[in-house]
Antibody, heavy 120, light 109 residues
């Protein structure tokens, strides 16, 4: 069974930093691209970032480019999202997701999400 | 970047009725790489349809997808009580970043 468990959310300061983690199990982590998607509570889904299976390619939404960094440690089956220069509009539930095995999408396995709240 | 528009924004239907949800793209979606997700309150999204018309594993056959180019449709042939949720389309026709539609809420009439 595929399991994705996000952690690292919580209250952050505007201008500050947070690092999210997503611990994966139940599949060969190093064989799949991984993605972060976020959702303001009660609102729609927003694509954030994708990393290829070997970490060699990364992609970002314009809204986070230059502030967020996606990375992975295949030896630990863990995905990360380093979030810097945080803004109030980064407040959201952050989901990690695993693709079906090609083209970076779609995403057939999702974590339960971790809530990030940016407020002073 | 491809912008997706979904219509209607919400719909009220009764169990047993047919639901037809629309997703329109601002430009052609390559290879019909269009997916549909279902999301219920407090839950992560669930993949229903990929490649515009292929059902994901374990998805009941009352869910079907169609379309190509810029116009796509998700049809739920007979609504079950567990189908009342928000539905999102998402395109993955080119390299990331990808995009989602704003969602259609299907609630009980």
């Amino acid at each position: 069974e595929v399991l994705l468990l996000e952690s690292g959310g919580g209250l952050g300061q505007p201008g500050g930093s947070l690092r999210l983690s997503c611990a994966a199990s139940g599949f060969i982590f190093s064989s799949y691209a991984m993605t972060w998607v976020r959702q303001v509570p009660g609102k729609g889904l927003e694509y954030v970032s994708t990393i290829s299976d070997n970490g060699g390619s990364t992609f970002y939404a314009d809204s986070v480019k230059g502030r967020f960094t996606i990375s992975r440690d295949n030896s630990k089956s863990t995905l990360y999202l380093q979030m810097n220069t945080l803004r109030a509009e980064d407040t959201a539930i952050y989901y990690c997701a695993k693709d079906v095995g090609s083209n970076y999408s779609p995403w057939n396995d999702w974590g339960q999400g971790t809530l990030v709240t940016i407020s002073s | 970047e491809i912008v997706l528009t979904q219509s209607p924004g919400s719909m009220s239907l009764s169990p047993g009725e047919r639901a037809t949800l629309s997703c329109r793209a601002s430009q052609s979606v390559s290879n019909s790489y269009l997916a549909w997700y279902q999301q219920k309150p407090g839950q992560a999204p669930r993949l229903l349809i990929f490649g515009a018309s292929s059902r994901a594993s374990g998805i009941p056959d009352r869910f079907s997808g169609s379309g190509s180019g810029t116009d796509f449709t998700l049809t739920i042939s007979r609504l079950e009580p567990e189908d009342f949720a928000v539905y999102y389309c998402q395109q993955y026709g080119s390299s990331p970043p990808f995009s989602f539609g704003p969602g259609t809420k299907v609630d009980i009439k």
